[in-house]
């Protein structure tokens, strides 16, 4: 067979692995062996289902022992020798999902956040979930301020929003937001306060028509692997490869989220948004305090203390969505914590498990039919990201670790975590399992073994089995986007203004008028109280 890719050969020749297993080339020796005699066709070389039943050894029906596998096809484990098409066939669509993550604008930080994101999903899709939760109190606290009308509470809101995006962390109980409206003279300056919501909704980035070219491009590129119509005749069968991009689906439900939320084109934007709303109603001028960082505290010889400046802490003090680890404490405060707290960890866990049920069972339905050895790293890769999400959540604490110090060994978990289950999901698409112990099915005939070599199967498979759970797989994904964006529709809303809207408020900030509801009845600055 000619090698598409040689310098890759050699490396591979180099190394000290035998003959091929080739399930096509495999398959002809047997075939031929057994046309010209030197084979015996009752030999025990070929699979039975019970000890005197009839052995599989015609072309249609070709199985070997394990033994007869080892002798035939050769015992050794060999890379493959189409390893460009195998590897781009998951690789290119995964890369498209990750290009379009909407992440903070914070430089290099950006691809620390990339580093999270593989190390640790569920705690990257939490957080983006607790960013939305957390817009969606401010939007249903403005709406509990009594006698101001919708577009008026949408305005505070908004506002609110800012400070959370300021103050992230130290947001700890909704009564910080009650406190805004009394120390701000909201009537009288309300004109200020539109001014500022309009410069924020102005603001954020809205990238919803790349995310959706990007998820249509990841579909079509996904058809092309099973339609050699659209893709070209695939490199052989499809099967494993697939399990790798299904397992990581989850990046669906992560890019539709980010780019929702949208961010900021710098966060000094938000900060002088409000610095000004500060100066302009005459408040005490605004001032972002140093960010404090602790690693344990309680064990004095190991205790680091220290202070940032805001500016540099923008990393780790809520700049990157997907890295908020302070999100349980924040919801400590509400009535129904617990519950809370789980339907944001069942959110947050959905994608990924969704994406390791499909790859589980595209794995299954490779033969023999059952476990195999692609399992093991599989469902061992969605362990090692349960475990790292665990670990995120329970390290920070004020008596272990907070801010800088939490951010740094968080990310060292991070590679930790993200080197070794992308260095598999590589050496996996390029063989590391093709051998015969491992395609004869080690768990269910141990011993024994049974390797089924004609392709039909397969053929068969990339035609009905593998096209419906990749396509039930990502309808389950996009089916969380839509349920989360159900849930949190008021969040989703609140800096995501039509142009209409965006264009109405600006005209009124212009003309300067004061809403009604504003200044009916000479009303006081109690009216604006919050009833929690
Ligand atoms: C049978 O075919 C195999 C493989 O094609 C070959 O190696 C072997 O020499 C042949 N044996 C006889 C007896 O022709
Ligand atoms: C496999 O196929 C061959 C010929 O096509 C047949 O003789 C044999 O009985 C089949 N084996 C089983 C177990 O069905």
């Not at 096209?467 to 089916?479: A, D, M, S, Y």
């Not at 142009?499 to 000479?522: A, H, I, L, P, S």
Request: overall charge positive; proline content about 6%; hydrophobic content about 45%.
């Amino acid at each position: 067979m000619p090698a598409p890719y040689p310098t890759l050969n050699l490396i591979f020749l180099a190394l000290p692995f035998g003959s091929a297993f080739d399930r096509r080339s495999c398959f002809e020796t047997a075939t031929a062996l057994v046309k010209n005699q030197s084979l015996s066709p009752t030999s025990h070389f070929f699979f039975r289902d019970t000890l005197d039943s009839l052995a599989y050894n015609g072309p249609e029906n070709m199985t070997l022992t394990l033994e007869g596998c080892n002798a035939l096809c050769g015992a050794e484990q060999t890379w493959y020798t189409d390893i460009g098409p195998r590897i781009t066939i998951w690789l290119v669509p995964i890369l498209l999902l990750l290009a379009n993550v909407e992440l903070s604008p914070l430089d290099k930080r950006r691809f620390l956040a990339i580093l999270h994101l593989l190390g640790d999903p569920i705690d990257s899709i939490w957080s983006l979930l607790h960013k939305l939760d957390a817009w969606d109190r401010c939007s249903r606290l403005a709406a509990r301020c009594s006698g101001v009308c919708p577009s008026c509470q949408g305005v505070i809101a908004s506002v609110f929003a800012g400070f959370e995006e300021l103050q992230g962390p130290r947001i700890t109980s909704e009564r910080y937001f009650g406190s805004l409206l009394q120390q701000r003279s909201l009537a009288k300056h309300f004109n200020e306060w539109r001014r500022a919501a309009v410069r924020l909704a102005d603001g954020r980035s809205n990238e919803i028509g790349r995310t959706v070219l990007a998820f249509v491009l990841y579909i079509v590129q996904l058809i092309a692997a099973f339609v050699p119509e659209v893709g070209g005749a695939p490199p052989g069968p499809p099967g494993g490869r697939i399990a790798t991009g299904v397992l990581l689906s989850w990046l669906v439900p992560v890019i539709f989220l980010s780019n929702a939320i949208g961010g900021l084109p710098s966060h000094r934007t938000a900060y002088d948004i409000l610095a000004d709303l500060a100066a302009n109603t005459g408040d005490k001028p605004f001032h972002m305090p140093h960010r404090r960082s602790l690693f344990l505290p309680t064990f004095p010889s190991i205790a680091q203390q220290c202070y940032t400046d805001y500016f540099r802490a923008l990393g780790w003090s809520g700049a990157i969505y997907t890295y908020r680890p302070w999100k349980v404490r924040y919801i400590s405060s509400t009535h129904h914590r617990h519950l809370h707290t789980l339907l944001l960890i069942a959110f947050a866990t959905a994608p990924v498990l969704i994406g390791l049920v499909g790859g589980v069972l595209i794995l299954w339905y490779q033969l023999p039919t059952g476990l195999n050895c692609r399992h093991v790293w599989l469902v061992g890769v969605a362990l090692l990201w349960k475990i790292s999400a665990f670990i995120t959540w329970v390290s920070h604490r004020p008596g272990l670790a907070t801010g800088k110090y939490h951010w740094r060994l968080t990310l060292i978990k991070d590679i930790c975590v993200a080197g070794p289950s992308v260095f598999i999901m590589l050496l996996s698409a390029i063989g590391l399992f093709n051998s015969c112990w491992c395609w004869s099915g080690p768990f269910q005939y141990p011993n024994i073994g049974r390797v089924p070599l004609p392709e039909t199967v397969y053929l068969q498979n990339a035609k009905s089995v593998y096209p419906t759970i990749v396509g039930v797989t990502l309808l389950l994904e996009v089916g969380v986007c839509v349920v989360v964006a159900v849930v949190w529709r008021r969040g989703l809303r609140l800096l995501r203004w039509r142009e209409k809207t965006r264009q109405v408020e600006w005209e009124r900030v212009m003309d300067g008028k004061r809403c009604k509801c504003m200044y009916t009845g000479g009303r006081s600055r109690q009216s604006f109280i919050i009833h929690y």
